[in-house]
């Protein structure tokens, strides 16, 4: 069996802590991420309203939750 492969052409990752509200993190990246991963890293946060395009990712995350961030150009 092959493995597949997957070229990365850009990366950009951080941490945020959630307002409860819709926020806006520019992700800094050339174009629109094609791979997107928020994974809270507090008990009880969830994430909602998740769009991003070739600027911003836009989400809404339980306040005061933290989680982080990684979008990627593949």
Do not use: E, F, R
């Not at 819709?22 to 998740?50: C, D, E, F, K, R």
């Amino acid at each position: 069996m092959k493995k597949a492969s997957c070229l990365v052409l850009a990366v950009a990752k951080g941490t945020s802590t959630g307002t409860g509200a819709a926020q806006t993190i520019a992700h800094g990246l050339s174009s629109t991420p094609n791979v997107i991963s928020i994974v809270p890293t507090a008990s009880g946060a969830s994430v909602t309203g998740l769009y991003v395009d070739s600027t911003n990712i836009y989400l809404t995350v339980t306040a005061d939750k933290t989680y982080a961030w990684v979008a990627m150009v593949v």
